[in-house]
């Protein structure tokens, strides 16, 4: 596609529930990263893919957020049992390399947990 | 662990004004640094990259400088316009044991221009 698109653009849900947030990166790009913004941390990293490994998770916030990436395209932000300072715009962002090209960003996922 | 402060944190111009914004970062081991404007309710859209081993970038009315000594960069506006209004944000790669990891943001700077 043109661009990183993500769905959905919105999603509320319940405190407990699982949600899961997807994104395509722009074709031909190996290297796709995970952000979070919310109102008090300005946007923080989570987790990066070259390809379909992603060699650190440590700054997933916690072990209920997992991500994984297939066929070296789209890639899928799990979130289990969901708390309300999982309350954020999710961003997805890809890159043609690691290191270096620009990143271009998605217009994110608004998630609200209620 | 990087670490980037931007200032002013809010700014507000008459239209036509030259400006400047700041950036700088503690840790000078840099791939890049990128310069993004987000409008409200909106991702980020990639206004300039800078390798470290270059010293500015220039679109338009837009030029970004890079002293990756000094652990410094401006994001220079020219001209401004009412369009320009939005959180610009600044942000490095860099490395880690490893390679790069993810961007390292900034808070952003809330500009806006007055008509």
């Known amino acids: 596609g043109a661009g990183v698109s993500q769905s959905p653009s919105n999603k509320v849900t319940e405190k407990g529930k699982d949600v899961e947030l997807r994104c395509d990166p722009i074709?031909?790009?190996?290297?796709l990263y995970w952000y979070r913004q919310s109102l008090g941390q300005g946007l923080e990293f989570l987790i990066y893919?070259?390809?379909?490994?992603?060699?650190?998770k440590s700054g997933l916030p916690s072990d209920r957020f997992s991500a994984e990436r297939t066929g070296g395209s789209v890639s899928t932000l799990t979130i289990q049992r969901t708390q309300q300072e999982d309350s954020a715009v999710y961003l997805c962002?890809?890159?043609?390399?690691?290191?270096?090209?620009?990143?271009?960003f998605g217009p994110g996922t608004r998630l609200t947990v209620l | 662990k990087q670490e980037v402060t931007q200032i002013p944190a809010a700014l507000s111009v008459p239209e036509g004004e030259n400006l400047v914004l700041n950036c700088s970062f503690t840790?000078?081991?840099?791939?890049?640094l990128q310069w993004f404007r987000q409008d409200p309710g909106k991702g980020l859209t990639s206004l300039l990259l800078?390798?470290?081993?270059?010293r500015e970038q220039t679109s338009g009315r837009l030029n970004a400088s890079l002293d990756k000594s000094s652990g410094r960069s401006t994001l220079y506006i020219a001209a401004s316009q009412p369009g320009d209004s939005a959180t610009y944000l600044c942000?490095?790669?860099?490395?880690?044991?490893?390679?790069?990891?993810?961007?390292?943001f900034g808070k952003g700077t809330h500009l806006i221009i007055q008509p």
């Open positions: 942000a490095v790669l860099s490395y880690s044991g490893g390679g790069a990891d993810g961007l390292t």
């Open positions: 840790d000078s081991a840099i791939y890049n």
């Open positions: 800078i390798q470290s081993s270059q």
């Open positions: 074709s031909g790009h190996t290297a």
């Open positions: 893919f070259q390809g379909n490994s992603a060699p650190d």
């Open positions: 962002a890809s890159s043609l390399a690691r290191s270096g090209p620009p990143q271009y």
